[in-house]
């Protein structure tokens, strides 16, 4: 686990996304609950989960007072190939190292439906794809 500026940082590396622009998405999910808010020395801990709906902020919302709303929806989006597998705790899990992943793909398209594939890499080295949609954002 991460602080909430460290993961700032990270998700800002990894992302290709300037540091500012994440830092304003994580200011509105502490803001709306989402992440934990530290005061002080009482610096608290992100989790994988909260980190996963950072990315999906990062990802999908065009406006930082929109993080909240957007990272929810990614996170309840359901698994067209498994289900009972929601997006949200198969990219925490692939964060939190539970889950080995060779590739997270995200995507919205033009009419504001999202989709995602997560390539998993399973034990004897194995793939396998688990897929998820939502129509509008909705799962």
Do not use: W
Not at 12 to 29: D, P, Q
Not at 82 to 107: E, F
Not at 120 to 134: N, T, V
């Amino acid at each position: 686990m991460a602080t909430a500026n460290q993961l700032v940082k990270i998700v800002s590396y990894l992302t290709g996304e300037r540091r500012n622009r994440v830092n304003a998405l994580a200011r509105e999910m502490i803001n709306s609950g989402l992440l934990p808010i530290s005061v002080g020395r009482d610096i608290k801990q992100v989790p994988t989960s909260s980190a996963a709906l950072l990315l999906f902020a990062v990802a999908f919302s065009e406006r930082a007072a929109d993080a909240s709303t957007v990272a929810k929806k990614m996170r309840g989006i359901p698994c067209t190939t498994d289900p009972g597998k929601r997006l949200g705790d198969v990219v925490a899990a692939v964060l939190s190292g539970k889950l080995a992943a060779s590739q997270v793909d995200l995507h919205r398209d033009s009419t504001g439906s999202y989709s995602a594939t997560v390539r998993l890499i399973l034990p004897g080295g194995e793939e396998s794809q688990l897929h998820f949609s939502a129509k509008n954002g909705r799962g």
